[in-house]
């Protein structure tokens, strides 16, 4: 006998699902207590898939937060159809699926991810998110079981992602789900994503949240320059629109747009580097791009 004991190591792979604006990126963010993915009220804010990952004693959680998975249609442009098969590939090769929805309200949308779960191969986790915003919390308990009538879920969780109401109970149940095996990442690891494409995103966010309607979806950000040294991270970024209009409105009247967003970006970036950031914004305009297949690809959106 051997008194070496051997520790038993746990990792495991939890798509997070849903149609776009439900809280998947602020779920994934509460769970981590980090703001990693980028969130707005505006559907369609995440692109790209972005792992979180959380490793707490023996088990690792390797959440994969996906773009929200929307009604396709054939004046879709390639950028839509990239996002929509990034979030359906995220349920293959996965220990769990949270299909996260909005408490209040069952939408098409909703009915064709439900569809899509339906095909997952493993524990499908329903999520009702915000429930701080329900008036009728009465109504809620009945409609999630018709909701189960529909598809045999594992489990089904209210939350509310943005006050971390619930999330203690998510997490021990996902946990409960996660197999044995060798940790992929270093305990200290939090993400698969390089710096340069977290401070990308920032800026993506800052944008969006920023501009109202007027500039839709067609924002791209590129940075050019990445330089650290011991005074500070030198960050240069390129942003990409569509049209003149929108140079116009995210550069604002006397530049005071790009003023606000290039600030609220480095405190971000600072608060995820922990280190100062010196922040230098370009604008141009490359008419296009969203729907163009080498354009996305040099942007670094593909099709998996
Ligand atoms: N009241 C309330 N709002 C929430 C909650 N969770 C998320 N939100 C808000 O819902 C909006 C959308 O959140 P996101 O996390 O960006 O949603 P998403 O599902 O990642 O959206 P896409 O990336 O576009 O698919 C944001 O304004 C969030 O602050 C919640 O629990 N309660
Ligand atoms: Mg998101």
């Known amino acids: 006998m051997s008194d070496v004991e051997v520790e038993v190591t746990h990792c495991g792979y939890i798509a997070i699902v849903g149609r776009p604006n439900v809280g998947k990126s602020t779920l994934l963010n509460h769970i981590l207590g980090q703001k990693l993915s980028i969130t707005s009220r505006k559907p369609q804010t995440t692109r790209d898939q972005i792992l979180g990952v959380k490793t707490e004693g023996h088990v690792q959680a390797?959440?994969?937060?996906?773009?929200?998975?929307?009604?396709?249609?054939?004046?879709?442009?390639?950028?839509?159809?990239i996002m929509n098969k990034t979030a359906a590939a995220a349920l293959k090769d996965v220990d769990v699926v949270l299909f996260v929805i909005d408490a209040d309200r069952w939408t098409e949308e909703d009915e064709s991810v439900l569809q899509k779960v339906k095909h997952a191969r493993c524990p499908v986790i329903l999520v009702a998110n915000k429930v701080d915003q329900l008036d009728q919390k009465e109504d809620l308990l009945p409609r999630l079981a018709n909701l189960s009538d529909r598809m045999n879920f594992s489990q089904i969780v209210p939350i509310s992602a943005l006050r971390n109401d619930n999330l203690d109970r998510l997490e021990r149940l996902v946990e409960s789900y996660i197999p044995e095996g060798t940790q992929f990442y270093p305990e200290d690891q939090i993400t698969n994503r390089s710096s340069r494409f977290l401070a990308a995103e920032i800026v993506r966010e800052k944008i969006t949240r920023q501009l109202g309607q007027?500039?839709?979806?067609?924002?791209?950000?590129?940075?050019e320059e990445f330089v650290y040294d011991e005074s500070a991270i030198h960050i240069s970024a390129l942003i990409l629109v569509e049209r003149n209009g929108q140079k116009r409105i995210?550069?604002?009247?006397?530049?005071?747009?790009?003023?606000?967003?290039?600030?609220?970006?480095r405190i971000d970036m600072e608060n995820l580097f922990q280190h100062k950031v010196m922040l230098n914004l370009w604008i141009k305009v490359r008419s296009g791009?969203?729907?163009?297949?080498r354009a996305l690809a040099s942007l670094g959106y593909q099709e998996e």
């Open 289 to 293: 791009w969203s729907d163009d297949e």
């Open 250 to 265: 995210i550069i604002g009247e006397r530049g005071d747009k790009i003023k606000l967003i290039g600030k609220e970006a």
């Open 214 to 223: 007027e500039v839709p979806y067609e924002v791209a950000v590129q940075i």
């Open 62 to 81: 390797i959440y994969v937060d996906t773009p929200g998975l929307h009604l396709g249609s054939a004046t879709d442009k390639a950028i839509n159809r």
